[in-house]
């Protein structure tokens, strides 16, 4: 994520900011200058009060004067219930900050209309009924119970996942939608199934065979992570989202000018062996730049997570294979620019 600046004084403000701590100045984020500007009565998203939302109002009468994120939810909980109000906040907050990236990125954002195009259903399950977060032809389900922070990581850990967020969810799921309209059918399927394989393969056997007793068979190696190896739809969303991990965390770097030069204090070789710089746009550059800046920056975050006594920040390892179809998700981003 870049960073921004207060209209008013220029002080630096978050892309979440509502107002400028620093002078008081009211704020909005307008999507298609990619800029937080001064928030103006009436021209700001309906649900700014409600859940936090900073936009500015989509003017399509279809948005009924929500913004362009809001306008993309076609199913919301009880707007009455705080509980649900609170959950659907956190998980507009993520998805606000997926869309600004993919908007960065310049991928097309085709609003949901007669069951066509991209669209987000946030559900809080009611007693007994099961909500699965899942993706079906553009409609991206997220179930609001993974906004809790005790319910997510209690599941991560059940599941064996080294990293569960919200944000994630949201990346991975929307990687297969465009998985949907930009390689089904198109002259890269076969380059897809040369590296992830074959999709047609029956993806309810691959469930049942990643949860049952034939799990952790495929070769871990050649996937980002566990969940990946069990459909090639799965590797694609998981390496979709991955590809889209690195590339806020690399942009965020340059825009606060943070560079990985060292370690300093130790022998040769290993002495400054490592020279990370932060890309804007990482489209610019081939993805084994790409990967070459990541690593750096990758060793240096983990390293300060374990400082503070915490899990690494990235733990993941990035393999050849990996690196392929990382190279693949960003040949197909270059090729819709």
Request: aromatic fraction near 8%; glycine fraction near 8%.
């Amino acid at each position: 994520m870049r960073v921004f600046a207060c209209p008013h004084c220029g002080a630096w403000v978050e892309f979440e900011d509502r107002r400028c701590l620093a002078c008081d100045t009211h704020l909005a984020y307008a999507l298609d200058r990619d800029e937080i500007v001064r928030s103006v009565r009436g021209l700001t998203c309906r649900y700014r009060s409600l859940i936090s939302c900073n936009w500015v109002a989509d003017p399509a009468p279809e948005a009924e004067g929500g913004c362009f994120s809001c306008r993309l939810t076609v199913e919301r909980p009880d707007l009455e219930d705080p509980a649900a109000v609170s959950r659907l906040a956190i998980a507009e907050h993520a998805k606000r900050r997926v869309l600004r990236q993919l908007h960065h990125l310049r991928l097309p954002i085709t609003p949901r209309h007669d069951d066509a195009g991209l669209g987000f259903a946030l559900k809080v399950p009611g007693e007994g009924e099961q909500v699965l977060t899942g993706h079906a032809d553009g409609l991206i389900t997220i179930n609001l119970t993974e906004a809790s922070d005790p319910h997510r990581e209690e599941v991560r850990i059940s599941l064996g996942e080294p990293y569960r967020t919200m944000v994630g969810h949201m990346r991975h799921e929307v990687g297969h939608w465009y998985w949907q309209v930009l390689v089904d059918g198109t002259d890269l399927i076969d380059p897809f199934r040369a590296l992830f394989g074959d999709e047609r393969q029956d993806y309810g056997d691959a469930l049942e065979a990643h949860y049952g007793d034939d799990a952790g068979t495929t070769d871990a190696e050649e996937h980002i992570s566990g969940y990946a190896t069990m459909h090639p739809w799965e590797d694609f969303g998981e390496t979709f989202a991955h590809y889209l991990h690195i590339a806020d965390s690399l942009e965020t770097a340059a825009a606060v000018g943070l560079r990985v030069h060292g370690p300093t204090g130790v022998p040769y070789p290993l002495a400054s062996s490592l020279h990370s710089e932060g890309l804007l746009d990482i489209s610019d550059v081939p993805m084994t730049a790409v990967l070459a800046a990541w690593h750096g920056f990758a060793l240096a975050a983990n390293a300060l997570n374990r400082s503070m006594g915490e899990p690494d920040l990235y733990p993941f390892v990035v393999t050849p294979a990996v690196a392929e179809k990382l190279d693949f998700v960003h040949d197909l981003v270059r090729r819709i620019r």
